[in-house]
Each structure stands twice: as structure tokens, then as C-alpha cells.
């Protein structure tokens, strides 16, 4: 008998493993075709002039606190000139917001307004404040209310940046256009050879990709595969869609912010000229790293210099970023992507502008030998060590004027990062390695690749409150917004950890 079943079950086998090979090869080809790469490397008209975003008005108020006021509102704009109206939002515009600006040692204060018709708040990403002036989730500002933080600027001159941060809505309200820039200055910064006339050889370029429907609206269409969130194909630099520069000297600082919800770009020069890397996160590098290509992740910043000579056009582009994946998990993550993002047109004559420095800033670093306590951060899911974020959870206490170490991993085959509100931590390693140049200095967000550890140092300073907690958090804002996110508190020596207020987390006056 088995002899006569055996052709049969040969046959059976056969026909099964063709239908599995088509199916197969149809759910590939379905899938391939969902995870389609973006190029537009070559396609992009760069027609518009790159829109600057305005310095923000300020005044001196009776106690010497420098005031800036910050209207969140809606809007509407034909980002492509096409006549079609996007609904957007802004800070006292219709899309991104002003750049702050303030200098070390200023005591400032942000009329924060919110006109919008839900509820917002805005978080200013790598500033060192208190937590109940941080604008996190635990600061909302109710539709119509003003909240007004008021902070001592104590860090290091650099680029930082400012969104809403309402637990669940963050993505939302960001990706309509809720942002801005905030730049710090200092002596230190002020006494270098470097480019700073703002808006002239020293220009914001805020990063963000969009797509849009039909009607032109932003769509935000999330790849189901790719799980990280939604990825656009045309990519805006503050705002402005097909942008670019004209460049009167002969060297441009350019502060490239990835203000993008889920994209990672890996910024370069079209014919892969070297740049001067100055600075990160949370300030300028020890030295200048001559480099030709940054990766940034969703909130990473980075300062750089480039040269450019008389008459000639040159183009910042994101070419693929290393995701440390592989495969289709690489390509649904954006990780083949490029991107012609900004064109800088240089003019026949340039102003000489004079060499970039080598040695920058003291960049002290701090001594993870010191560190009182090393914790493990995973990133799993949609978890951080297997919990979702809760507003009434403290997930421990950090205490004032010590060093801690902390190793984040990625625990997933997809994409995160990691951000940390109220310090600059500097990385030790990143899977046993030393840390790269651009990975060297200060930093509050790093991409975090599968499977490889980050060791970083921090250390909590100044501010404590045992009942009001600062975030960590995956800036993957879909991620952070679907409880990729914990809570922390700096308590002085000794002191117990509280709870989170049950106000529901208003924080506003009328
Ligand atoms: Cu840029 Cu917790 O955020
Ligand atoms: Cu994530």
C-alpha cells in the first residue's frame, strides 16, 4: 500500500508547494509594492525661496525676564502652489512657528496661547528647566487658556526646538505643523570665528516629510508594514516645498533639525563634499569633524558648515540612512530612500567668510565611574522594559547632583530612538564601540539601532520635584504617542519619589 501512496502524496506536496510558492511570490510582490521606495534625487524643481522662519519678538519685563508670547493656532496653506489650501497649524503663523532665541544666563518667560480648538502644550526639546515648566504631558494648556513658563537659560549655547506634547496627540499636532526653533546663545559660541548672521550664513533648516491627497490635504497614511509611522515622499525645510538658499558667503552654517514624526535622513552634499560638523543636540563639539554625511533621527539636531564656491548650485540631499537593518524591514523604514532636500545657490561673488576652527568649546565630560546608579532601558513594541506609558506612574527617581549611567536597547527588528528630557547626556558607547564624532558631544536623542546597546552618562542637576515627572520616550512620535514613553523624577538626596498630581494635568491660568 505505501508504495502505491507514495507518487500521490508526491503529487499532493508538489501541487501544494506551487500553490505556496505563488502565493508566496503574490504576497512579495503585494508587499514589495506597499513598501515602494522614495527617490527624488534629480526630481525635485527647486523654485521657491527657502522660507526663514521669523525671529520671535521679545521685551524685558519689570524683572528684567525676557517675554516672548506664542500664539498656537489653525491654518491654511498651498505649500505647492497649486491653488489648494492644506489645513495646517502653526505658532503665531500657519505652519511651524517662530525661532526662539535667548542667551545663556537670561531669565525668559513664554506666553504660551493656545487658540486652537483642542487642547495643546508645547515642550522645549533639550532645554535644562524645571519639570513643572517642561511642557510635557503633565502641562496642558486647555483651548483658549495661556500658560506661561518662566525658566533661568543655564546650558550651553545650541540648537534646541519646541512642539506640543499631549500624551496620545503628539504626532497629530506636529505633523499639521506645530514647531519652531530654538536657538541659545553664549559667550563661548560668540567668541568663535563662526557664521552667525541669522537667516544670512547661519539658517534654521527645519526637515519634515509630508504627503499629500488629492484635495491637498497632508495625508498621513502610515505603512502597515513598516510600523514606524508615517513617512511622506515630499520632503518641506521650513515649510517650503522645492526650497532654496541663496548663499552670499563663502561659508554657510546651516541648523539642520529632523523634525519629521517617524523619518530618519542622512543629510550630505550632492557631490559628497565634506562639511564642518560644529555641533549636536545640545550644543557645540569639542572640535570640528570634517564628515559627509550626519544621520539625524526624528528630533536630532546638527550644526554644519558648509563651503561653497562663486556661481555654483549645490544640493543638500538625504541619501539612505543606516538603519541597522536589512531587507524589507530596511526599505519599509525609509532606509532606501533619497531626497533632494535643499538647493544653495551660491552668488558670483561671495563675502570671505573666515576658516571654521578646529577646536571649538571645553567639552567637560562626565565620569560614568561616578555614577550612582546604572539602569537598563529596553525598547520593545510599543513598551519601554515591558510597560506603557501612565501619566499617574512614576518609573523611578533620579537624585539631584548625581551622574547615572543608562543602557538603552532596541530589542526590535524595527526602528526606535531615544530622547530624554531636562539633560544632555553624552554617549559612552554604542554596541562596545566609541562613539563616532557626531555621536561624541552633547546629546538628548539618538537613534537606537536593533539590537545594539547605547551606553550614555547624565547627570541631574538643579531641579527637583519629587511629584512632577520629566519624560523618556521614543521620538517616533507615533510610537511615543502610543505609549512608547516613561516617567521620571529628580528628588534631592534623600528624598521619596510622590505621585503625579490628579489635575488631569492642566497647568494653565486664564
Ligand atoms: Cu521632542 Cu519628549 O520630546
Ligand atoms: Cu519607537
Redesign the pocket.
Known amino acids: 500500500m505505501p508504495t502505491r501512496r507514495r507518487p500521490l502524496v508526491r503529487v499532493l506536496i508538489g501541487v501544494l508547494a506551487g500553490v505556496l510558492v505563488l502565493c508566496g511570490g503574490g504576497v512579495a510582490a503585494v508587499t514589495w509594492t506597499l513598501v515602494r521606495t522614495t527617490d527624488t534625487v534629480g526630481e525635485v524643481d527647486f523654485v521657491r525661496p527657502l522660507a526663514v522662519p521669523p525671529l520671535a519678538q521679545s521685551r524685558l519685563d519689570d524683572q528684567g525676564r525676557r517675554v516672548f508670547d506664542l500664539l498656537a493656532r489653525d491654518g491654511r496653506r498651498d505649500f505647492r502652489g497649486d491653488g489648494r489650501l492644506t489645513r495646517t497649524a502653526g505658532f503665531d503663523g500657519d505652519f511651524l512657528g517662530p525661532t526662539l532665541r535667548a542667551k545663556r544666563g537670561e531669565q525668559v518667560r513664554v506666553n504660551v496661547v493656545n487658540k486652537l480648538g483642542e487642547e495643546t502644550n508645547v515642550h522645549w526639546h533639550g532645554m535644562h528647566l524645571p519639570a513643572r515648566m517642561d511642557g510635557g504631558p503633565h502641562q496642558l494648556v486647555r483651548p483658549g487658556a495661556t500658560w506661561s513658563p518662566t525658566w533661568r537659560v543655564d546650558q550651553p549655547a545650541a540648537t534646541l526646538w519646541y512642539h506640543p506634547h499631549p500624551h496620545g496627540a503628539t504626532e497629530e499636532q506636529v505633523y499639521r505643523g506645530l514647531a519652531g526653533m530654538f536657538i541659545l546663545d553664549d559667550d563661548r559660541e560668540a567668541a568663535l570665528p563662526l557664521p552667525r548672521s541669522y537667516g544670512v550664513d547661519d539658517v534654521p533648516v527645519i526637515v519634515q516629510d509630508r504627503s499629500f491627497s488629492r484635495s491637498g490635504q497632508f495625508s498621513k497614511s502610515r505603512n502597515v508594514i513598516a510600523s514606524?509611522?508615517a513617512l511622506g515622499d515630499t520632503v518641506l525645510v521650513n515649510g517650503t516645498v522645492g526650497p532654496y538658499l541663496d548663499v552670499r558667503t563663502e561659508r554657510v552654517r546651516l541648523r539642520l533639525l529632523n523634525a519629521s514624526t517617524a523619518r530618519t535622513y542622512d543629510f550630505g552634499l550632492s557631490d559628497d563634499r565634506s562639511f564642518a560638523l560644529i555641533g549636536t543636540d545640545g550644543g557645540l563639539l569639542a572640535r570640528t569633524a570634517r564628515l559627509t554625511r550626519v544621520r539625524l533621527s526624528p528630533g536630532e539636531r546638527a550644526e554644519i558648515v558648509v563651503d561653497v564656491r562663486p556661481g555654483e548650485r549645490v544640493t543638500l540631499r538625504s541619501t539612505p540612512p543606516d538603519l541597522g537593518i536589512g531587507g524589507l524591514a530596511r526599505r519599509s523604514a525609509g532606509g532606501a530612500d533619497r531626497f533632494d532636500v535643499l538647493q544653495l545657490r551660491a552668488a558670483g561673488t561671495l563675502t570671505p567668510s573666515p576658516p571654521v576652527p578646529d577646536a571649538l568649546v571645553p567639552v567637560d565630560r562626565l565620569d560614568p565611574a561616578a555614577a550612582a546608579t546604572t539602569r537598563r532601558l529596553e525598547?520593545q513594541g510599543?513598551d519601554i522594559n515591558g510597560r506603557s506609558m501612565r501619566m499617574d506612574r512614576i518609573d523611578f527617581a533620579a537624585t539631584r547632583d548625581t551622574t547615572e549611567v543608562w543602557e538603552v536597547v532596541?530589542s526590535?527588528g524595527?526602528?526606535?530612538?531615544f530622547h530624554v528630557h531636562d539633560v544632555q547626556f553624552q554617549l559612552l558607547s554604542v554596541d562596545g564601540a566609541a562613539p563616532p564624532p557626531e555621536m561624541g558631544g552633547w546629546k538628548d536623542t539618538i537613534y537606537?539601532p536593533p539590537h545594539q546597546p547605547m551606553r550614555i552618562v547624565l547627570r541631574f542637576t538643579d531641579h527637583s520635584d519629587p511629584n512632577l515627572p520629566y519624560m523618556f520616550?521614543?521620538?517616533?512620535l507615533?510610537?511615543?504617542d502610543s505609549g512608547?514613553m516613561g516617567q521620571f523624577v529628580v528628588v534631592d538626596p534623600g528624598q521619596a519619589p510622590g505621585r503625579p498630581p490628579a489635575h488631569g494635568g492642566h497647568a494653565e491660568h486664564d
Open positions: 514606524i509611522g525598547f510599543r532596541n526590535d524595527t526602528p526606535h530612538n537606537l520616550h521614543c521620538h517616533l507615533w510610537h511615543e512608547m
